[in-house]
């Protein structure tokens, strides 16, 4: 759990009035990269001893994976008992970004239940927009989705994410001025601090790219590919059905994120949901089948054998940013289908299967 550690030593480094980006923890080196906000909630974790965070961090993250999965399901419009809920909970701990989230003790399945419990309540909702912006101010990718909401003309929900991001910058400030100072001004900017982006590890566009073009620093041709995919994903999002422009802008920001480690790519149950929903059961088995087949762990990479792969293996080592262009390109195709026309529809009015029956009769590597 070597992230739980890094938080814990954050949080101990705000409690001590350390300097919060001097220090690094673990066998690995590691740094801390969150924003302040971060660091602060971390401090009750610095109260810890080793083995009792570590099974905080366990305990913790199993009952937050169950509250994905309903959140997921309600999410696509599926009625689950208790029974089939649990059931879905201990097979979808065998998903790889779920089950490296837990090996590493990190906060992936806390944003990414914020960030869809708040999608998820009906527009106009008091406070919608509030957990989204805190998720926001811990990590800053799912900011991304204040572009979302703002697209499809959820300026009200927007304005407020704003406000909430902007609430936790403001008391991070407060807190930590000098802390803040060199985040916001220098840290946020030095990439290089959270890992490689060409080792295996690394699930995004630019990891990708590194891998395929053999080069540590893909530069250019990563810059292109991110935009193209980016411009696409946010078009696409606006004008397919919320549910998918929702996962859409998900995909969207983990393939043109510098770094998007494979334990980012939670959102998979969610998409699995979506499709088991929609009917597309064959579908939603292969994409299960790529996020359990560990294949980015059985090519070679040990050292810098990451730059090394033959032309056959590239897939292997890169399968969710594959996935996540098909989801894109298959979106981007479905919008122009549509034309130009937009939704407004409130996210409950969207699930095209509501009171879809299952399980009875009611019915997600570092720097070495």
């Not at 969710?320 to 195709?333: I, K, T």
């Not at 026309?341 to 095209?352: F, I, K, L, W, Y």
Request: hydrophobic share 55%; charged share 15%; proline share 7%.
């Amino acid at each position: 759990m070597a992230d739980a550690l890094v938080y814990r030593a954050e949080g101990a480094a705000v409690a001590s009035g350390a300097d919060l980006y001097g220090f690094t923890v673990t066998r690995w080196q590691l740094p801390a990269t969150y924003p302040p906000f971060a660091a602060i909630l971390f401090v009750p974790l610095s109260w810890l001893p080793v083995a009792g965070l570590k099974a905080t961090f366990l305990a913790g993250n199993t009952v937050l994976l169950a509250v994905l999965v309903r959140l997921s399901c309600r999410f696509a419009g599926i009625a689950v008992r208790t029974g089939t809920l649990l059931a879905v909970t201990a097979a979808a701990l065998w998903l790889e970004p779920v089950f490296q989230t837990l090996v590493f003790g990190q906060i992936n399945l806390l944003i990414a239940c914020l960030v869809l419990w708040d999608l998820t309540r009906p527009d106009g909702a008091p406070g919608k927009g509030i957990a989204l912006g805190v998720a926001a101010g811990i990590k800053l990718t799912p900011a991304v989705f204040l572009l979302f909401l703002l697209l499809t003309g959820r300026v009200r929900a927007a304005a407020t994410a704003l406000a909430a991001c902007a609430g936790t910058v403001l008391l991070g400030a407060l807190v930590l001025p000098s802390a803040s100072l060199d985040f916001w001004t220098r840290r946020i900017f030095e990439t290089g601090r959270v890992g490689k982006a060409w080792i295996v590890d690394n699930q995004s566009l630019q990891g990708l790219v590194a891998r395929a073009l053999h080069t540590p620093e893909p530069g250019p041709a990563w810059a292109a590919l991110a935009v193209l995919a980016g411009g696409a994903g946010l078009w696409a999002a606006r004008r397919v059905p919320y549910r998918w422009g929702v996962l859409v802008t998900a995909v969207t920001a983990l393939l043109v994120s510098p770094i998007s480690w494979s334990h980012h790519w939670v959102w998979c149950v969610p998409l699995i949901a979506v499709l088991v929903a929609e009917g597309r059961v064959r579908v939603a088995w292969a994409v299960a089948c790529v996020f359990t087949a560990r294949t980015l762990w059985l090519v070679p990479h040990q050292g810098d054998l990451d730059l090394q792969l033959p032309w056959w293996q590239q897939p292997l080592a890169s399968p969710y940013p594959l996935l996540g262009l098909v989801l894109v390109g298959c979106a981007a195709e479905y919008a122009r289908g549509r034309g130009m026309s937009t939704r407004t529809e409130e996210p409950e009015r969207v699930p095209a299967t509501p009171g879809r029956q299952v399980g009875g009769r009611s019915c997600c590597r570092r720097a070495r």
